[in-house]
């Protein structure tokens, strides 16, 4: 699974602690489900994706 | 840091504290301090060391403001104790393959009972970690 979540953390100029700050959990786990390592549950997809201002479908690329 | 989470680690390492000097006490109450009892304490202080380091890191994390776990952790949690059990498994059945074949009915020296047990408690913390470390980068992470 890809995601979009760098591009949109650069355009809301957001670093990935402020991201993992935002929505409650560690930096690692950001770091991990941008790298497409880990799946998030459908919790912390939402969360990320209200966080970024957009919505899960176009957050997340499932190939 | 809360205060839970700072609660928690200190319990932590309370309980690790007294698990190792109780091993460390085991061990010297053993007829001899034998090679295998050396092997249980190499391993115990090797535990002790990676949980002291993890126990750093945590209390940095915890201090610049992000949880000791979220989903994530919890699921390395679930994924290195499911791995690290069958290791253990196999490690054991292994032990007694190894016994059953080349050591029962010889003079040769073995572990007894209680040496054995912490040889296998020992082994089981170690593959424990050594899994956790594995998938916290990402190998095999669900």
């Known amino acids: 699974m890809r995601t979009h979540i760098k591009e949109l953390r650069a355009r809301y100029n957001l670093t990935q602690e402020d991201l993992a700050r935002k929505v409650g959990v560690r930096r690692e786990t950001i770091l991990f489900i941008e790298k497409g390592e880990y799946n998030p549950s459908l ?4 969360s990320i994706a209200k966080a970024l201002k957009t919505s899960i479908d176009e957050l997340f690329i499932f190939d | 840091m809360k205060l839970d989470s700072e609660m928690r680690l200190r319990l932590v390492v309370g309980l690790l504290v007294v698990v190792v000097i109780g091993v460390f006490l085991a061990g010297l109450g053993f007829q001899e301090l034998g090679t295998w009892t050396l092997v249980v304490l190499l391993l115990i202080v090797i535990l002790a060391a990676v ?3 993890v126990y750093l890191r ?3 994390e915890a201090a610049s403001g992000f ?6 952790t919890g699921a390395l949690k679930m994924r290195a ?5 069958w290791a253990s498994m196999y490690f054991c059945l292994g032990m007694g393959w190894i016994y059953g074949i080349f050591i029962e009915g010889t003079a040769m020296d073995f572990l007894t009972v209680a ?5 296998i408690v020992a082994v089981m913390g170690v593959l424990y970690m050594l899994v956790w470390a594995a998938v916290s980068r990402g190998k095999g992470t669900p």
């Open chain 2, 58 to 60: 945590n209390a940095r």
């Open chain 1, 43 to 46: 919790k912390l997809a939402h």
């Open chain 2, 67 to 72: 949880p000791l776990e979220d989903e994530r």
């Open chain 2, 51 to 53: 949980a002291i380091l």
């Open chain 2, 81 to 85: 104790g499911y791995l690290a059990f």
């Open chain 2, 115 to 119: 040496e054995m047990m912490f040889v």
